[in-house]
Structure formats: C-alpha cells, structure tokens
T-cell receptor, first 115, second 114 residues
C-alpha cells in the first residue's frame, strides 16, 4: 500500500463550487504539505503543517484553506473554485529531526479541473 | 531568498548517451540542494541531495550531481541514458528560513530516443 495517498485522483468541478482534497499518510511523519504544480512553474507551496496545531501559509495560500484533522490527515479546501485553480495538486510529508526534514515524500497527486 | 533555475524545459537524448540536466542556484547562505524525479502519473521522489558534505553526490539509478560553488551550479548527470529515465526532473533548494520548506525549479522534461 502507498505511504501517502490522495483522494480523489481526478476531479472536475464548476466555478463557485466548494471542493476538498484529502491526503492520508501511514509514514508516521509530523510534517505535511500541499503543493500545486502548473506546467512551466514547477511546484509551489500552498500550506504546510508541522503538527496538528501548527499550520502555516505557503507562497500561494489565497483561495485555499486547510485542516489537519489528525497527524495522518491533511485536507485542502477550495471554498469557491475558480478556473485558474485548475492544476495538479500534491500532498507531501517529512519527518522531524536534524537532516530528516529535507526529504519529502509525495503522494500520487490529484488532477483538478475547474470549468 | 533562495531560488533555483533550470536551464531547458525539455531535453532529449538517445538511449545510451550522456544525460546532463542543468541547474543553477541562488543563495546567500550555503545551500542544501536536491534533485527530485517525477515519473509519468506519479508523485515526486528524491533522487539525491547535497548537504555540504562531499561535492559529488551519488543518487539512485546511477544519477549523480556535482556542487560547484564557483559556478553556483548543481547539474545532474548520468553516463548512459535508459528508456526508463524518461521523466520530469526538478532541482530544488531548501529555504534557509525553514528547514522544511523546499523551493522547486520549473522542471526539465527528459525524453529518451530509441
């Protein structure tokens, strides 16, 4: 079984709809991240969480919110989806500890299309 | 602020040929640098990382990268390309403001010709 899972894997929605992307991990890592990937732009950090009570904005958090329901679960919400949020979304995790936080483990991604 | 620039959004090589993917970094402090690979329809996985020890870093699948401070470069190489190397490759740098924040380059798609 995959260590980092994302649901759904693909989603098509309409402008103005609320949508939630979910991420679960069995790696036991404290730190979790949400990125979006756009062609030619690489990955950009949306939100990150160091533990259940510690959530931080990344470089492109506008229009997004997150919830860390448990150590293993980190959800990303789009309250009112817009077409320029069409992208590939990745969840990632990392350990806490010297030298361990550098390596992030990625889920398979969610392809979101907003019409 | 740290950043990385990948030169060439698409590189195509013949099977068996040398692979060279270029990355230059900008950092006001000694950087931690990474190469990640994304195979089709998969998430990213770490290929190798430089953390100020040896300047030549070896990774998985015979990839290696050399840190050159004088050139602010961290190019990725593989002596002989294999069809299975076709993927997108991302150079990245750790943000000095937070050990957990990684800044990714725009990516280079590697194609392998038979």
């Amino acid at each position: 079984d995959a260590d980092v899972t994302q649901t759904p894997r693909n989603r098509i929605t309409k402008t103005g709809k609320r949508i939630m992307l979910e991420c679960s991990q069995t790696k036991g890592h404290d730190r979790m991240y949400w990125y979006r990937q756009d062609p030619g732009l690489g990955l950009r950090l949306i939100y990150y969480s160091f533990d259940v009570k510690d959530i931080n904005k990344g470089e492109i958090s506008d229009g997004y919110s997150v919830s860390r329901q448990a150590q293993a679960k980190f959800s990303l919400s789009l309250e009112s989806a817009i077409p320029n949020q069409t992208a590939l979304y990745f969840c990632a995790t990392s350990e806490t500890g010297t030298g361990k936080t550098d390596t992030q483990y990625f889920g398979p991604g969610t392809r979101l299309t907003v019409l | 602020a740290q950043s990385v620039t990948q030169l060439g959004s698409h590189v195509s090589v013949s099977e068996g040929a040398l692979v060279l993917l270029r990355c230059n970094y900008s950092s006001s402090v000694p950087p931690y640098l990474f190469w990640y690979v994304q195979y089709p329809n998969q998430g990213l996985q770490l290929l190798l990382k430089y953390t100020s020890a040896a300047t030549l870093v070896k990774g998985i699948n015979d990839f290696e990268a050399e840190f050159k401070k004088s050139e602010t470069s961290f190019h990725l190489t593989k002596p002989s390309a294999h069809m299975s190397d076709a993927a997108e490759y991302f150079c990245a740098v750790r943000a000095y403001s937070s050990a957990s924040k990684i800044i990714f380059g725009s990516g280079t798609r590697l194609s392998i010709r038979p």
